[in-house]
T-cell receptor
Framework: GAVVSQHPSRVICKSGTSVKIECRSL??????MFWYRQFPKKSLMLMATSNEGSKATYEQGVEKDKFLINHASLTLSTLTVTSAHPEDSSFYICSARDGTTNTIYFGEGSWLTVV | SQELEQSPQSLIVQEGKNLTINCTSSKTLYGLYWYKQKYGEGLIFLMM?????EEKSHEKITAKLDEKKQQSSLHITASQPSHAGIYLC????????????FGTGTRLQVTL
């Protein structure tokens, strides 16, 4: 079945530094990818929608300059958390839409800890 | 915004028992996706429903979308410990799967 791979699964970074998370669709082309954040025992909060070759569309309240999203190819989107702070510590998860079926598959998620 | 409510919020069932989880929308659903998640892990795609009255099954899990396309149910037959996890429904607002809005989730525990 379709697989979306997310890397790294866990990352620890120092406050003030930047960290990049990758999301890859492994066996289908994803014209659209999505980035979510999930707080403990809460549902998913959509951060932004990423379309291949164009700028990401951010949800209200999400800082564009802090959460940089790049969708350079049909199989790869990246989320860069810039100048990370402890409050950015969270579980980030991506998803990708298979355009032929409209099925949306999710990655395994990435735990970010900012110390 | 389209709100999705899931019920129950949590559920504990004995192994072998059947159970149903509901997902209700305040607006018409163009598409409804069901996923399963273990805390701290990714979401596993279960099923996608798009047509009113549609029903799909996979192994012991059956999902239905009502005719009005505002409510979906997920039914598990003869539950097993492997069914434990958080079940999430996600709504397609536009009909083009441009993004999903998620319900609050249902936490399922299956006891031996």
């Amino acid at each position: 079945g379709a697989v979306v791979s997310q890397h790294p699964s866990r990352v620890i970074c120092k406050s003030g530094t930047s960290v990049k998370i990758e999301c890859r669709s492994l066996d289908f082309q994803a014209t659209t990818m999505f980035w979510y954040r999930q707080f403990p025992k809460k549902s998913l909060m959509l951060m932004a929608t990423s379309n291949e070759g164009s700028k990401a569309t951010y949800e209200q309240g999400v800082e564009k300059d802090k959460f940089l999203i790049n969708h350079a190819s049909l199989t790869l989107s990246t989320l860069t958390v810039t100048s990370a702070h402890p409050e950015d510590s969270s579980f980030y998860i991506c998803s990708a839409r298979d355009g032929t079926t409209n099925t949306i598959y999710f990655g395994e998620g990435s735990w970010l800890t900012v110390v | 915004s389209q709100e999705l409510e899931q019920s129950p919020q949590s559920l504990i069932v004995q192994e072998g028992k059947n159970l149903t989880i509901n997902c209700t929308s305040s607006k018409t659903l163009y598409g409804l996706y069901w996923y399963k998640q273990k805390y701290g892990e990714g979401l596993i795609f279960l099923m996608m429903l798009q047509k009113g009255g549609e029903e799909k099954s996979h192994e012991k899990i059956t999902a239905k979308l009502d005719e009005k396309k505002q409510q979906s149910s997920l039914h598990i037959t003869a539950s097993q410990p492997s069914h434990a996890g958080i079940y999430l429904c996600g709504a397609d607002k536009t009909g083009t799967a441009s993004k999903l809005t998620f319900g609050t989730g249902t936490r399922l525990q299956v006891t031996l």
